[in-house]
């Protein structure tokens, strides 16, 4: 057990006029109070234990969403937690391809009132079509939980200034940024602790202007997506720029890959940890204390990782992440298919009972297909990276595969390439990448990036 105790290194704010000692918080806050001082024995249980805990709970839903939701009606009824547990691994999969008509036959037809108010998330998915997705304020309250059980982890100290370089609208917190109060949405009384300043800029901000702004707000604490701090890194290295104050970068979103693990460490000399979250389904994997790895927050989820016939993958084996919230009664989704292929990991050495991630292999249609159609996961090593900066100085890259034996290779720079360099990187691709078919190299002065602001570093235009 760590000698860390969250509620004396963390305020909690007081919402009760002439209450100073011990404070109390609003009702929100106070519920996120008892969850996180749960949450925070729960860690340390073994594995088992926490199993059977999240099987009662299961056991609470599975029983919940056969009776309320039209989608469920005909799965088998569980007659105890143990015997669910039993038959988990014989309930399909639902597919995001699966779900309809914006996923109404999955709500439920009366969601307990006790549960709060229900909230819709958005997701566009990764056909490109929107789904809607209901939640109650219980998931809430485990939302914000797991947030500050990703600051209590990892050791941040409250008062610090957080810098956020985010996905914003055209016009909101554009360069020179935004300077403001607290780190989360809800300031005041309304905030769970209290928190130092945060400073703000819009993702669409050039590097140097990034930089700029690096240097001019000095955060101590960075939270932003991997394709951006990359570059922002690269940048910085270059110019010979370094922050003075920054101690710890968080990214989320994309693919975290040790290649960006490493240049951060090379240019800011910094701790980056991950987060492996979706709006619509709450935290899923918070980055142990001590180690590169992600634990699964089985509070709030039952993740597994299985194979094509809905059965568990061995630890090291890749296979799809499937994940059933635990909370949502508005909308159960029971063993949703993320889209992300993961590989689970042996017991951790920090000791902490929360099952191990080991690794997040990105989207589905990241996979690359071979032309006699062999799946293979493209991983660059961090030489491999290195040798195609020496041919040009690529800023950004993305490789799409157009066809069955066709990739292409987008690589973003300030200047064109030469001939000589186009032709030397398509020889690097064909090197570095698992893929026997041509591959054509495309330059641009910039990358596109999705809807929701990500740079997709593989993607596929097939099947
Ligand atoms: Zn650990």
Redo the contacts with the bound molecule.
């Keep these: 057990m760590p000698n860390f105790n969250w509620l004396d290194a963390y305020q909690i704010t007081s919402a009760v006029p002439h209450l100073e000692f011990p404070k109390l918080g609003n009702s929100m806050n106070m519920a996120i109070t008892v969850a996180l001082t749960q949450m925070e024995n729960s860690q340390w249980w073994d594995a088992e234990k926490i199993e059977k805990a999240q099987f009662a709970q299961l056991f609470q839903l599975v029983k919940y969403a056969i009776k309320s939701v039209p989608y469920y009606k005909d799965f088998p009824v569980p007659r105890t937690p143990q015997e669910l547990q039993h038959s988990w691994h014989t309930l399909p999969v639902l597919e995001r391809g699966n779900i309809t008509g914006e996923g109404s036959d999955l709500l439920s037809k009366y969601p307990p009132k006790s549960h709060g108010k229900i909230n819709t998330q958005y997701t566009s998915g990764s056909t490109g079509q929107p789904i809607a997705v209901k939640n109650t304020q219980l998931s809430r309250v485990f939302w914000r939980a797991f947030t500050t059980r990703d600051h209590i982890w990892h050791g941040r100290d409250p008062s610090w200034k957080l810098g956020h370089i985010r996905i914003a609208k055209t016009g909101v917190a554009e360069y020179p940024g935004t300077l403001g109060k607290g780190w989360g949405a809800l300031k005041g009384k309304d905030a769970l602790i209290e928190t130092g300043p945060i400073a703000g800029l819009n993702i669409n901000a050039k590097l140097e202007e990034q930089a700029e702004w690096l240097l001019r707000n000095e955060p101590d604490f960075l939270i932003t997506y991997p394709s951006v701090i990359q570059r922002l890194a690269e940048y910085c290295l270059q110019q010979g720029i370094r922050p003075k104050n920054l101690k710890q970068i968080e990214t989320i979103s994309e693919v975290l890959t040790d290649k960006v693990r490493h240049l951060v460490d090379q240019a800011f000399g910094v701790r980056i940890t991950d987060l492996y979250s979706t709006r619509e389904l709450g935290y899923l994997g918070l980055q142990?204390?001590?180690?590169d790895h992600y634990?699964i927050q089985s509070e709030g989820v039952y993740l597994e990782v299985v194979d094509e016939d809905g059965r568990a993958c061995p630890v090291g084996v890749p296979g799809k992440i499937v994940v059933t919230p635990l909370h949502n009664f508005a909308m159960p989704l029971i063993r949703y298919a993320v889209g992300d292929f993961g590989v689970m990991g042996t017991p951790?050495?920090?000791?902490?009972g929360l099952p191990?991630l080991k690794s997040i292999l990105g989207r589905e249609r990241n996979r690359l297909r071979q032309p006699d159609g062999e799946h293979r996961w493209i991983a660059l090593s961090a030489k491999a990276y290195g040798e195609m900066l020496t041919i040009a100085p690529v800023r950004e890259y993305q490789i799409v595969q157009v066809s069955l034996d066709e990739l292409t290779l987008n690589v973003a720079l300030e200047e064109e390439l030469t001939d000589d360099q186009t032709k030397a990187l398509s020889m690097w691709a064909k090197k570095s990448l698992p893929f026997s078919g041509t591959v054509r190299v495309v330059s641009h002065k910039k990358l596109e990036r999705s809807a929701n602001g990500k740079l997709e570093l593989f993607q596929s235009l097939i099947e």
């Design positions: 142990c204390p001590e180690n634990h951790c050495s920090c000791g902490r191990v």
